[in-house]
């Protein structure tokens, strides 16, 4: 028995398209010799905003203020629990050294980077919960400056929430400004901010563009395409939650996959008989976004057991993966390739998008592959450094001398000869490359 696709997609996320990428160079070129003066000018064009665009404190208090106190709760809530797992994940990283041989020391170091550029997404939904992500994390990282960047409604302003988020999670600075002009503005420093070190946050592909084109200059997290969510579940998975999950991740965008993998048929032919009125029910600029995702998108397999169905996880290398399936502890064990894991029913990708403490800053599009979502240690980089006495030097200097010579680096080589000259004179050394 092999693989069977009980529904397969008919179209695949597309990024960086040339239009997007032609048209992110020149505003990015624009930004870069116009300033400031030229960013507003973009400002006006996409975000149709002409207010003040870095907010002032007594601007973050009145937008504050319309913040109701329970949601200011729940925004409390989840910074908590966010600040407390970056703050684990930090102590996971140390400063240490040891010696290499008697007189001879190796370090390492953590240092975070000095400014932060947070890009918290503020269009079709207003992504509170990244202000939290994004901020809270380079805050716990030990940034020194960390600018909050989101685009502002016309004639509003960027929603009191995310303002609110952002500021009690340490933003330094809030800027009022969307898309390209906005990764610039924190980019290059404009507006009086400090150039950003780093640039982090999910946006548009507009955004993703501009952050693939500028990075190598800056840092970035990392490329994100659309979302992506895939669930295992065997057939003692509940299938009403199973569907609701699935549905509650397409309404991402409408080029967002979800993914069922499963070993029983009975199950996956449930689940996709609940998704269509599932889908109905919701709110209208959520539902078309969940039926387009659901329709072009969605992929339903189901698997000969649950080795299969671990195998077919790792090679999708989902942003989201969770598990509906006896024996958790064997899919912890089994599964290697996910942006973050969510194991049993009691738990959901929702509660880690919003307020349970991990990040929801993952890779998408398959990059699980190879590296994780967003972390204090994103912000952080592991340098090292060396000191010796002379004794200690003696062999490094003669492995040295004699590795860069059988490589052709002569100059490599009397950089370890001087030193062998000066700590042991009327010492002979062979340090030639032949033996």
């Not at 064009?45 to 200011?72: C, H, M, R, W």
């Not at 975070?112 to 380079?138: E, K, L």
């Not at 993914?259 to 209208?284: F, G, K, N």
């Amino acid at each position: 028995m092999t693989r069977e696709y009980l529904k397969k997609a008919t179209l695949t996320s597309a990024s960086g398209a040339s239009d997007v990428h032609d048209t992110v160079v020149s505003i990015l070129d624009d930004i870069k010799a116009g300033g400031d003066a030229k960013a507003m000018e973009y400002a006006a064009k996409f975000d149709n905003y002409a207010g003040n665009v870095l907010l002032t404190q007594a601007e973050i208090e009145a937008a504050s203020a319309l913040v109701p106190d329970k949601l200011k709760a729940d925004i409390q809530f989840a910074h908590d629990n966010v600040k407390r797992f970056a703050e684990l994940q930090k102590s996971t990283v140390a400063d240490v050294e040891m010696e290499i041989k008697p007189g001879y020391v190796a370090g390492q170091k953590a240092i975070p980077v000095d400014a932060a550029g947070c890009y918290v997404p503020g269009g079709r939904y207003s992504h509170i919960a990244s202000a939290i992500m994004t901020v809270t994390t380079a805050k716990v990282a030990g940034c020194k400056h960390i600018t909050a960047c989101s685009p502002p409604r016309p004639d509003v302003g960027v929603a009191p929430a995310i303002i609110y988020a952002a500021h009690i999670c340490g933003a330094d600075k809030i800027l009022a400004m969307g898309g390209v002009q906005g990764v610039a503005a924190m980019t290059y420093g404009l507006f009086g901010l400090p150039k950003a070190n780093i640039l982090v946050g999910p946006g548009n592909q507009f955004v993703a563009e501009a952050k693939r084109i500028l990075f190598g200059s800056v840092g970035i997290d990392m490329i994100a395409g659309p979302t992506d969510s895939l669930i295992l579940a065997d057939k003692h998975a509940d299938a009403h939650i199973v569907a609701t999950d699935l549905v509650s991740q397409a309404e991402h965008g409408y080029n967002s996959p979800v993914w069922l993998v499963t070993d029983d048929r009975a199950l996956a032919e449930d689940v996709m008989a609940r998704v269509p009125d599932l889908i109905e029910d919701l709110p209208q600029l959520n539902r078309d976004n969940a039926f387009a995702a659901w329709r072009d998108y969605a992929e339903v397999i189901v698997c000969v057991d649950r080795v299969d169905m671990a195998n077919c996880s790792d090679e999708y290398a989902p942003e989201h993966l969770t598990v509906m399936a006896e024996d958790l502890d064997w899919w912890l064990e089994n599964l290697t390739c996910y942006g973050s894991l969510f194991l049993g029913e009691e738990t959901t990708v929702s509660y880690g998008d919003k307020a349970s403490g991990t990040n929801h800053v993952l890779p998408t599009s398959g990059a699980a592959g190879y590296t994780g979502g967003l972390s204090v240690h994103k912000y952080m980089k592991i340098v090292t450094w060396q000191r010796a006495t002379q004794e200690a030097s003696k062999d490094v200097a003669i492995a040295t001398a004699r590795i860069s010579r059988l490589e052709g680096m002569e100059g490599h080589a009397r950089a370890a000869d001087v030193r062998l000259a000066k700590y042991f004179p009327g010492e002979n050394f062979d340090l030639t490359a032949e033996g």
